[in-house]
């Protein structure tokens, strides 16, 4: 045997065995996971009389013999032998790679949207952290579990040893996208990768669960350039990774809480020192000037924008930091909503302005007149303001719907018929939140599975936020700020009363480690509530 791909080859005498890679342990009925390896044998090469995985017999219909594809696999980095291999031989039964029909954009190009005709890149620890868990949970649950895995996920690089490496962190930036060209070796498609830059000096500073390492009054802005985005934009920028589509996910909440925050003193500080502002354009800067990257702005979502009066202020602000980058409104690619939220892309039984009872749903208590019930509504009207503002009319919006699904026994079918107006918004929401202002570990469900082009002006929906991974802890005595700067936050707390509506309880779910910690509870339940279930 000379050489494998996807695959870890062991062999003895004639036989040679291969067991899978991180990455391709966990296949999807009817899936693939292309695992090949040439050799050379003196005799004839008759086809094999019988082909098994894991003892069990492939049955499936033996098609035509397939056109390789032409370019053969890059085998995964550090494996790569000098010559280049023959092309391989196809596994009969194998479905060919249909011939594209169109001309193929030459790898690394700056496209208009980096996820459409791309692979997601699944990461292989939190995969293997959904694989454990479903393993252990076993029975129908279990193998529900287990699909989750085949899912896409961002790399949340939220502290600088999350870039460069440090204790807990087991895998660097460079190690992701290693880990993707790997993954893009076993596809016909680019693979798109994406990352979210979170470590502005005074993080999270309208809360605490995801208060991070660095400070405004501890030179935290310099530290944010020099430590953390240089070092970030140096290693995307190196040419071993210039054909995979990296999508940046920038500082989610950030100037979201500058619009409405700034009554908290961490956020005015923010604001009035100009970290959030300069640190984002610093980012944009550096990130926009290589070619494959592609930066998309946080807008929060509905439930905190949405009203008339957040609305217009944060495009405003929005637009004023992209315009003072170096490539103004061409530094980004588009916008973000939803990132780590529980906000339903659509309310599919009612609108904002039906009238109920001679009222619109939108004045109900649950929605307090915000303009917009669901993500699709208020995205698409961002868009539209972002390019009245001056953006190109090529940007276009994410939804991070990793648990925005809202599925499971609660869900209703259809519209409640009562023409109380609360009773009616009650009955019918698919969002069975307490409050929209609840963000903690809430018992919510799976949403839309990664997609590309779910709608027009839609880039993608993408899962940014790991189901699995806390929002926050509830351990109350987690006062002080923790190694990576988490604490306890009131709305973490499950005996709680919401600060934003004292009326009702926080949601969130006990026992909850710090945030991104693996919660395998809250797990559990995302993919029990699941929309479309697993
Ligand atoms: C945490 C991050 C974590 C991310 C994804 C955030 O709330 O602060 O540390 O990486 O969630 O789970």
Redesign the pocket.
């Known amino acids: 045997m000379t050489q494998g791909w996807n695959g870890t080859f062991s062999q003895s005498g004639q036989n040679v065995a291969v067991a899978n890679m991180d990455y391709n342990g966990s296949v999807a009925v009817n899936g693939t996971a292309n695992p090949g390896f040439n050799a050379s044998w003196s005799g004839s090469n008759p086809l094999p009389t019988n082909f098994a995985v894991n003892g069990n017999a492939c049955n499936g219909s033996t098609s035509p013999t397939p056109t390789p594809t032409t370019v053969p696999p890059t085998p995964t980095p550090g494996t790569t032998p000098t010559p280049i291999p023959p092309t391989p031989t196809p596994t009969p039964g194998t479905t060919p790679t249909p011939t594209p029909t169109t001309t193929p954009t030459p790898p690394g190009t700056h496209v208009d949207n980096p996820y459409a005709g791309a692979q997601g890149y699944i990461n292989p620890d939190w995969a293997s952290e959904v694989t454990t868990a479903a393993t252990a949970k076993g029975g129908t649950l279990g193998a529900q579990m287990a699909k989750v895995a085949n899912n896409s996920t961002a790399v949340?690089l939220?502290?600088i040893a999350?870039v460069t490496g440090g204790t807990g962190v087991t895998r660097t930036l460079s190690g992701h996208l290693d880990a993707a060209v790997a993954q893009a070796s076993s596809s016909s498609q680019p693979v798109v990768i994406t990352i979210?830059i979170?470590d502005l000096p005074d993080r999270?500073c309208s809360a605490y669960?995801?208060n991070?390492e660095l400070s405004v009054a501890n030179n935290g802005l310099a530290l944010y350039k020099s430590q953390y985005i240089d070092p970030i934009a140096s290693i995307l920028s190196q040419s071993k990774y210039s054909n995979l589509r990296i999508s940046a996910i920038i500082e989610p909440d950030s100037l979201p809480n500058l619009v409405t925050n700034l009554s908290v003193p961490k956020c005015a500080e923010a604001n009035s020192s100009g970290a959030y502002v300069q640190g984002i354009q610093y980012a944009l800067n550096k990130l926009h000037a290589i070619s494959n990257v592609y930066n998309y702005i946080d807008i929060s979502h509905s439930g905190w924008l949405g009203w008339s009066s957040n609305f217009q202020p944060a495009v405003t602000l929005i637009t004023n930091v992209i315009k003072g980058t170096s490539a103004g409104v061409n530094s980004v690619d588009g916008f973000i909503s939803d990132t780590?939220n529980y906000t339903p892309t659509t309310e599919p039984f009612m609108t904002a302005n039906q009238q109920v009872g001679g009222n619109p749903v939108r004045s109900a208590n649950f929605y307090q007149w915000n303009q917009y019930i669901d993500e699709a509504t208020y995205d698409t009207d961002m868009r539209n303001a972002f390019i009245a503002a001056g953006f190109p009319s090529g940007i276009g919006m994410l939804i991070d719907t990793s648990r925005n699904g809202w599925g499971g026994p609660n869900r209703p079918s259809g519209a409640s018929s009562s023409t109380d107006l609360n009773t009616f918004v009650n009955a019918t929401k698919i969002d069975q939140r307490l409050d929209r202002g609840n963000w903690c570990n809430q018992a919510a469900g799976i949403g839309a599975r990664p997609t590309a082009n779910p709608a027009p002006g839609f880039d993608a929906y993408v899962w940014i936020?790991?189901p699995g991974?806390?929002?926050?802890t509830s351990d109350k005595t987690q006062t002080t700020p923790d190694p990576?700067g988490?604490q306890f936050d009131a709305m973490c707390d499950p005996t709680g009363n919401s600060r934003y509506n004292s009326a009702v309880k926080t949601g969130a779910l006990p026992n909850a480690p710090?945030?991104?910690h693996w919660f395998e509870a809250e797990f559990e339940i995302l993919v029990q509530n699941a929309y479309p279930s697993f």
């Open positions: 949340w939220d502290r999350a979210v979170y999270d669960a995801s991070g780590a936020k790991p991974e806390s929002d926050g990576e988490k710090d945030a991104g």
